[in-house]
């Protein structure tokens, strides 16, 4: 690829993000839940009592952002934390009844999000998608590894 190419590339990825974004921010601004918070939302959906470090690994997210996310969402009643009885420093997250009432929302959000992402593609164009993009991924992770020149 030319490093002409290569930009190209990443301005592209970039602008997907923000309109993606943009995208879900719009659907979920009536519940005032950032795209990040519902992915969280969406994952105590599937398993509640995930401990802080389980979430952060599932969403690769730092642990100090991650705090700061499941600060707002316990503030505005979503969830609420717990810490681990053998373990003090280990908190795990659970989805409040307000929470748990979202779920249809969520669950549709994620649904036409997904629909949104798929239309116009086959299934071999899907999986060719996926293929490429987790060798990206992989590339970019094993240079970010590698020492500073």
């Known amino acids: 690829m030319s490093e002409q190419g290569t930009e190209h590339v990443g301005v592209m990825i970039h602008t997907i993000d923000l309109e993606i974004t943009n995208y879900l921010k719009h659907r979920l601004g009536q519940y005032q839940l950032a795209p990040e918070q519902h992915l969280v939302m969406s994952l105590l959906l599937k398993q509640e009592g995930l401990t802080q470090i389980e979430i952060a690994d599932q969403l690769r997210k ?68 996926i293929r490429l993009l987790t060798k990206l991924r992989e590339n970019v992770q094993s240079a970010s590894r590698m020492p500073q020149d």
């Open 62 to 129: 730092d642990k100090s952002g991650l705090t700061r996310m499941l600060a707002s969402l316990e503030k505005k009643g979503f969830i609420k934390r717990q810490g681990c009885p053998n373990d003090r420093r280990c908190t795990k997250v659970y989805l409040t009844d307000e929470g748990r009432s979202l779920s249809g929302y969520i669950d549709m959000i994620t649904k036409t999000t997904r629909e949104l992402f798929e239309r116009g593609f086959t299934k071999e164009e899907q999986e060719e998608l």
